[in-house]
T-cell receptor, first 113, second 113 residues
Framework: DAGITQSPRHKVTETGTPVTLRCHQTENHRYMYWYRQDPGHGLRLIHY???????DKGEVSDGYSVSRSKTEDFLLTLESATSSQTSVYFC????????????FGDGTRLSIL | GDSVTQMEGPVTLSEEAFLTINCTYTATGYPSLFWYVQYPGEGLQLLLK?????DKGSNKGFEATYRKETTSFHLEKGSVQVSDSAVYFC????????????FGPGTSLSVIP
């Protein structure tokens, strides 16, 4: 158990509303990641963080922002949700050693109507 | 750029059959290689890993060997069980970049009694 909690686990919301997903870890790992998983596209990196207040964009960052004010929390925000952002979102963490794998949370299923 | 190719399936096997899921990769450096498993409704779980050429990763009866000469990391299990039904992802980690974890598209496995 990598000590990762994602909240909420499920959310249904309407187009145009803001949405924030939370990833919480208990092990003080430096690196945290947000992915989305969609049929036919596999896993795609949205944003990642390499420390408090240090974040960078992944391959599908448009329409998303992130914040990390504490080591243990990494927030993903959809400022104005669109139907194309309906997906399953996964948070992952990684230790400081570069050859180590990522460990994933159980995901948030987000539906935007 | 770096990439991972794996058979997409779905693969259907009878219980106790031999399993092979092929994975090949393209990388400019010397990546670490991973197999992840995803059960329905859950996040990805690390199944096994190998960090250098000729390393063999193993876990729960699954094995994979890092073959640099053929750029492959095929997943094998001698006798599958119904409980092995899941989606399997091959992945590589670029040792020069913390954001570069490349996932294959996933292979869906169904094991029937």
């Amino acid at each position: 158990d990598a000590g990762i909690t994602q909240s909420p686990r499920h959310k249904v919301t309407e187009t145009g509303t803001p949405v924030t997903l939370r990833c919480h870890q208990t092990e003080n790992h430096r690196y945290m990641y947000w992915y989305r998983q969609d049929p036919g596209h596999g896993l795609r990196l949205i944003h990642y963080s390499y420390g408090v207040k240090d974040t960078d964009k992944g391959e599908v960052s448009d329409g998303y922002s992130v914040s990390r004010s504490k080591t243990e929390d990494f927030l993903l925000t959809l400022e104005s949700a669109t139907s194309s952002q309906t997906s399953v979102y996964f948070c992952a963490i990684r230790t400081g050693e570069i050859n180590q794998p990522q460990h994933f949370g159980d995901g948030t299923r987000l539906s935007i109507l | 750029g770096d990439s991972v190719t794996q058979m997409e399936g779905p693969v259907t096997l009878s219980e106790e059959a031999f399993l092979t899921i092929n994975c090949t990769y393209t990388a400019t450096g010397y990546p670490s290689l991973f197999w992840y498993v995803q059960y329905p409704g859950e996040g990805l779980q690390l199944l096994l890993k190998a960090t250098k050429a000729d390393d063999k990763g193993s876990n729960k009866g699954f094995e994979a060997t890092y073959r640099k000469e053929t750029t492959s990391f095929h997943l094998e299990k001698g006798s599958v069980q119904v409980s092995d039904s899941a989606v399997y992802f091959c992945a590589l980690s670029d040792p020069t970049s913390y954001d570069k974890v490349i996932f294959g598209p996933g292979t869906s496995l169904s094991v029937i009694p």
